[in-house]
């Protein structure tokens, strides 16, 4: 199948910093990359659609400030959260779809923030 | 309701059984249906796609879609204790469109 490569895996960071994870479509070009947040033993919760050359699309109760999107390319997508605090501790993964249909998920970034 | 529904588990069997994991919808918009894999701390991994409804199989994996039912399964044959994840339905209206997940299904194949 198709590989999307996430970085960092593991982060820890101090409370006020902003932390940069990257997602890039390794064999494929993706227009447009999805990305998650998953809780503890929860399924994935959709945060923002990101499009390349776009704004990115936000789901409700999702702050554009706080968690920066940017698709500047087709194989490169970012999610930077700005000013982390303790309660953004997560696991987020980012995905890229075929025009297929079939959408492959990075291997996640789990963000401590301390 | 959720728009997808899965049951959480956990769902135990013993190595070598045959696992059903199942998923009922409610859009019967959805045309493309998804199953994934999910290692604790690892991205979900796509086992199965399918269009539409009927069959589709993958070495000890099955995927049966029934539209009239709005139901999808996988069958896993000969469990192994390293098909122990969770299971995540996943389906779509659209090639490329967002996904609507289950909440997923832990399995635990014991050896």
């Known amino acids: 199948g198709a590989v999307v490569s996430q970085h960092p895996s593991r982060v820890i960071c101090k409370s006020g910093t902003s932390v940069k994870i990257e997602c890039r479509s390794l064999?494929?070009?993706?227009?447009?990359m999805f990305w998650y947040r998953q809780f503890p033993k929860q399924s994935l919760m959709l945060m923002a659609t990101s499009n390349e050359g776009s704004k990115a699309t936000y789901e409700q109760g999702v702050e554009k400030d706080k968690f920066l999107i940017n698709h500047a390319s087709l194989t490169l997508s970012t999610l930077t959260v700005t000013s982390a605090h303790p309660e953004d501790s997560s696991f987020y993964i980012c995905?890229?779809?075929?025009?297929?249909?079939?959408?492959?998920f990075g291997e996640g970034s789990r963000l401590t923030v301390l | 309701q959720k728009e997808v529904e899965q049951d959480p588990g956990p769902l135990s069997v013993p190595e070598g059984a045959i696992v059903s994991l199942n998923c009922t919808y409610s859009n019967s918009a959805f045309q493309y249906f998804m199953w994934y894999r999910q290692y604790s701390r690892k991205g979900p991994e796509l086992l199965m796609y399918?269009?539409?409804?009927g069959n589709k199989e993958d070495g000890r994996f099955t995927a049966q879609v029934d539209k009239s039912s709005k139901y999808i399964s996988l069958f896993i044959r000969d469990s192994q204790p390293s098909d122990s994840a969770t299971y995540l339905c996943?389906?779509?209206?659209?090639?490329?469109?967002?996904?609507?997940f289950g909440g997923g299904t832990r399995l635990m194949v014991k050896p």
């Open positions: 399918t269009y539409s409804s």
């Open positions: 996943a389906m779509s209206t659209n090639a490329g469109n967002m996904l609507t």
């Open positions: 064999d494929f070009q993706a227009t447009t």
């Open positions: 995905s890229a779809s075929l025009n297929t249909g079939e959408l492959f």
